[in-house]
């Protein structure tokens, strides 16, 4: 029984993690393409500085959607660090929503 268990638990993560991949492609505003180029900036251990097609791609996107993801399984289901993620919009020089 313990092990039918685990294999369904499986298959509910991996639901979650491919319908956050689909809900990915256009996250608030941001397509794959800037979600990708963001993703070196936002994973932990080893953040990057964001690169500049990642600022572009957040320029664009929208921050006050990006916040309410905060504190969202989302994310870290993305491999994102909320924390990271939070933070990329100062790293670019944008400014983020007052609550934020
Ligand atoms: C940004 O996202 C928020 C929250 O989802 C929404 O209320 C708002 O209308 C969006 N703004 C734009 C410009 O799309």
Request: with cysteine; hydrophobic share 40%.
């Amino acid at each position: 029984m313990k092990i039918m268990g685990r294999k369904h638990l499986v298959v509910v993560v991996a639901l979650v993690v491919l319908m956050g991949g689909i809900e990915a492609l256009t996250l608030c505003d941001m397509d794959d393409d800037g979600l990708m180029a963001c993703k070196p900036a936002v994973t932990k251990p080893n953040p990057e500085a964001p690169s500049p097609p990642c600022c572009e791609a957040l320029s664009g996107a929208n921050l006050t959607c990006l916040c309410g993801y905060r504190n969202s399984f989302m994310l870290p289901s993305l491999g994102i660090d909320p924390d990271l993620a939070m933070a990329l919009p100062a790293k670019c020089n944008l400014t983020p929503p007052p609550n934020c």
